[in-house]
Structure formats: structure tokens, C-alpha cells
């Protein structure tokens, strides 16, 4: 049976068009480290390090279980609320990483209680979360993280010529790209936020 891949599977939430474009994101599971301040801080580092350990502790520890479907591991994605944009300190992020349809919280306790044995870190500060945004204006931003505000403009502007008009002031991004391997102008990040008609 082939692995189960989300990102494969839903082309319209990680491959999106250059373009802005409405989508309905579905009800999807994760695990989730919640925080403050600059991507840059080491609190951020640690929060995306922690993901990665869980998400493989799932891939790796628990295939001899009758739940167990074989996945791939789904990119990282993070929920921005910038309070001042300009003022780092000031950003609430939202670290995450989709899990498969059959992870459940239960599921998501054994495996911070095997991570957590079997790595000796701390997991206390992530949890497991349902979510479901539903209609969001989407876009695909190839370029450095600096210059996302010009696709943020574009998806504005689609929304004015929509009646669409944003839920609140937070966003999603999805990182398709390694940041430590890639060129800033070479970034892929999928960008998305929230919308209701008017």
C-alpha cells in the first residue's frame, strides 16, 4: 500500500498557483508548539525541532501497531499574528506539522511519551489540535521571506475584486523549501489566510 502523502493528495493546499486563488482547507489533524517572538529567536528553533521528533518518533516507532498506515512527513507549516510588524518580539507564531487522518490524541500521547523517553527532551510545550480554516485566499510566494508582503498585496487585491474579505489579521505559511539549503530568491512558501463573502 503506497504511503500516505498530504501533500500529494492535496494539491490545492500545498501547490498552489503563483496567483491567488479561494480554496476550502478541510479538517486536518496536527501537533503543535505555540509561541512568541522573532522566527529567529532559538525558542522558534527549538518549537520546529520538537515537530520534526514527534513527527518522525510516528513514522519510525509505532508500525508494528494495528492503527499504523505509513505516511510521509508533511512540511512545516506556521500561523503568524504579527501585533507590530515591524517589532518581532511582538509576533505570535503557531509552529505545526499535519499528521494522517488516523492520528488521534490519544495517539499523539504515546507518541510524546515514547519521543520523550526515547529522545530525553522536553515535550510539554506541544499538543495535538484539529483544524479546519476553511475558505482562505491562497498563493504560492517563490522568493525571500522579506519580500512576502507583495503577494500578501496581491491577495488583497483579489479579495477586494471578490467580496472576500479576511477573518482576522492572522496568516498561514507552508515551507516547502529548506531555508538552509536554498537561495532566498529560489523559496518556496505557500501563503494563506482565512476569508468570509461580503
Not at 514527534?54 to 499574528?81: A, C, D, I, N, Q
Not at 488516523?102 to 511519551?113: D, G, H, N, S
Not at 507552508?174 to 537561495?183: A, D, F, H, M, V
Amino acid at each position: 500500500m503506497e504511503n500516505y502523502d498530504r501533500k500529494k493528495l492535496s494539491k490545492a493546499l500545498y501547490s498552489p498557483k503563483t496567483e491567488p486563488t479561494l480554496i476550502t482547507a478541510p479538517l486536518c489533524p496536527y501537533f503543535v508548539v505555540e509561541g512568541e517572538g522573532s522566527p529567529l529567536d532559538e525558542s522558534y528553533d527549538e518549537a520546529v525541532e520538537l515537530l520534526y521528533q514527534l513527527s518522525y518518533t510516528l513514522k519510525m516507532g509505532f508500525k508494528g501497531e494495528s492503527w499504523y498506515r505509513g505516511f510521509v512527513v508533511s512540511p512545516l507549516e506556521g500561523v503568524w499574528s504579527a501585533i507590530e510588524v515591524e517589532n518581532r518580539d511582538t509576533w505570535r507564531w503557531a509552529s505545526m506539522i499535519a499528521q494522517p487522518p488516523f492520528v488521534t490524541e490519544e495517539i499523539f500521547r504515546k507518541v510524546a511519551e515514547r519521543c520523550s523517553f526515547a529522545k530525553g527532551i522536553s515535550v510539554k510545550d506541544a499538543h495535538f489540535e484539529r483544524i479546519e480554516d476553511g475558505l482562505c485566499v491562497t498563493m504560492m510566494h517563490i522568493g525571500p521571506y522579506a519580500l512576502e508582503g507583495r503577494s500578501f498585496d496581491r491577495m488583497d487585491a483579489f479579495c477586494q475584486e471578490n467580496q472576500l474579505q479576511r477573518l482576522d489579521s492572522t496568516h498561514r505559511e507552508i515551507y516547502l523549501s529548506n531555508p538552509k539549503k536554498t537561495e532566498p530568491e529560489h523559496l518556496k512558501t505557500v501563503l494563506r489566510y482565512r476569508v468570509e463573502r461580503i
